[in-house]
């Protein structure tokens, strides 16, 4: 018999078995109550010894998924899943009224049960059943016990079976809400406001890339999906939120890798009245606060974090010298050499960028900061005082992966409004990322945006960071696909 059709077999049996429950008016109750979650009573009463155990009489009622099953006759064991974990159960014959009825039961059916808690002989926390209920009958069969859901594109596809059969991928995705939930504490505590902006755009802006478009009928125009909420976020500071923060989906309609997907999740917040040295500073501690927090404690983040140059990093990691940087045929010769591609008549800068980001970035193991981007890629952020063609800007790289991007914030609405031309014209002359002109914005500017500085933090990227995953896919629930 093939797979399909003996998968197809063993549903139409659990269809058999779920039609005579609704004839006994048995399928799918509403009425069970649960006490206790796996976990919690073997947190509980692990410590105690099978006699002092007997002793407590501990009465408990649990409910979770069938996820294995010895029959043995007269007595049986099984054990459960629960969202904490699993715990074995023990079922006699001779102590429950239905235990023919448990014996139908199936890999995958989500059971009640009350009963007693107790140690077996060979120290297994157990609970001597008194009473079970069948709560959900499951129609289709769980994937093979042993190899689990290994395909990685069914695992994608079919997460909730992925999550039901891989503890692992469980435990990743409670780490990545450890995460977001210990940063949004960690900036409360530090006197922050969470604020939600639009997700859908007028004028894209924020970040340098390519938008989803959608159509507002009432409205009859075109709407944007946000790449980033920058630009509303610091209207909020014109407006007297000195301390602002928003945890969301950001959209970009740009290509698929273990890196990048085009939905994902950012934290960016804004402070007044300091700079990007500070910004540094504070993400650094807030790093190291979150991780003293989290159930997995990744060591990369004990060392204190590094900084350096974009040339710096560049010159470190290539055979260019200092020199060669502000050489515009030095620059190209090496580009041809590595095969990086370059755009046509690309300035020193935008090559230099691409250099950094070939050759350097990826070896960027230990957390660092890189510093003085050159202003012509950072249409938002200040330049430095000691030199205009660098912004005051960095981006923060753990691994390889860029986790985390700020800049002191350009709050001159002229000088912005002239950023925001040179932006448009490139768009013009066709490159897709750049920026649109937002009158809009430039007001806000125009009634006075305080010093600030802000920080975009990529959640997804951070949580592969910290639980080890090897793609970004793996960390989102349900990541973008292509059509079957």
């Given at each position: 018999?093939?797979?399909?059709k ?21 399928a ?5 109550k649960r ?16 006699e002092?155990?007997?002793k ?47 014996k139908n039961y199936?890999?995958?059916?989500i ?6 808690v107790?140690?077996t002989?060979t ?24 190899s ?19 503890p ?10 450890e995460?977001?939930n210990n ?21 894209p802006g ?12 009432s409205l ?13 976020l ?5 407006g ?16 698929l890798?273990?890196?990048?997907n ?54 470190m990691?290539t055979?260019?010298k ?22 046509q008549k690309?300035?020193?800068s ?12 990826g070896?960027?193991?230990e957390?660092?900061?890189i510093?003085?981007?050159p ?8 330049a430095s005082?000691?030199d ?6 960095f ?33 013009d002359?066709?490159?897709?990322e ?39 896919r ?8 292509k059509?079957?």
């Amino acid at each position: 018999m093939t797979q399909d059709k003996e998968e197809n077999h063993l549903i139409e049996e659990r269809r058999k078995k779920l039609a005579e429950l609704r004839l006994a008016k048995k399928a799918y109750p509403n009425d069970f109550k649960r006490r206790h979650l796996s976990q919690e009573l073997i947190d509980e009463l692990d410590q105690f010894s099978k006699e002092d155990l007997a002793k407590k009489n501990k009465k408990t009622t649990v409910a979770g998924r069938i996820m294995l099953r010895r029959l043995m006759g007269k007595a049986s064991f099984t054990t459960i899943q629960d969202f904490s974990g699993r715990i074995q159960l023990y079922l006699r014959a001779d102590e429950l009224s239905n235990y023919d009825e448990f014996k139908n039961y199936d890999l995958g059916d989500i059971v009640g049960v009350e009963g007693i808690v107790f140690k077996t002989n060979t120290g297994e926390l157990s609970i001597h059943v008194k009473k079970i209920k069948l709560l959900t009958k499951s129609l289709r069969p769980l994937p093979e016990k042993h190899s689990g859901l290994t395909d990685t594109e069914l695992r994608y596809r079919k997460r909730y079976l992925d999550l039901l059969t891989n503890p692992e991928s469980l435990e990743i995705f409670k780490t990545r809400t450890e995460i977001i939930n210990n940063m949004r504490s960690f900036l409360i505590e530090e006197k922050f406001i969470e604020v939600e902006t639009p997700m859908m755009h007028p004028i894209p802006g924020g970040a340098t890339a390519r938008p989803f478009v959608t159509h507002h009928n009432s409205l009859n125009m075109d709407l944007f999906l946000r790449v980033a909420p920058e630009l509303y976020l610091k209207r909020l500071v014109v407006g007297g939120f000195e301390k602002v923060f928003e945890i969301n989906r950001n959209f970009r309609n740009e290509g698929l890798s273990t890196r990048h997907n085009p939905e994902f999740t950012m934290l960016e917040f804004y402070t007044a009245f300091v700079d990007s040295n500070f910004q540094m500073d504070f993400i650094e501690k807030m790093f190291k606060k979150i991780v003293k927090n989290l159930t997995i404690k990744p060591k990369i983040f004990k060392k204190p974090f590094l900084q350096l140059t974009m040339d710096n990093a560049v010159i470190m990691h290539t055979s260019l010298k200092k020199k060669d940087l502000a050489d515009s045929k030095s620059l190209k010769e090496f580009c041809k050499k590595e095969k990086i591609k370059i755009p046509q008549k690309a300035s020193n800068s935008i090559i230099k960028n691409e250099i950094f980001e070939a050759c350097a970035e990826g070896k960027l193991i230990e957390p660092t900061f890189i510093t003085d981007y050159p202003i012509e890629i950072s249409p938002l952020a200040r330049a430095s005082s000691s030199d205009p063609n660098i912004a005051e800007r960095f981006e923060l790289f753990i691994d390889g992966k860029e986790i985390a991007n700020g800049f002191s914030e350009l709050n001159d609405p002229e000088e912005q409004a002239e950023r925001f031309k040179d932006q448009a014209a490139k768009k013009d002359s066709g490159d897709k990322e750049a920026m649109h002109f937002d009158r809009d914005y430039i007001e806000a500017l125009e009634h006075g945006l305080p010093p600030c500085a802000g920080v975009g933090i990529g959640i997804d990227r951070l949580t592969m960071l910290i639980t080890g995953a090897e793609s970004i896919r793996d960390v989102l629930l349900f990541p973008q696909l292509k059509n079957k």
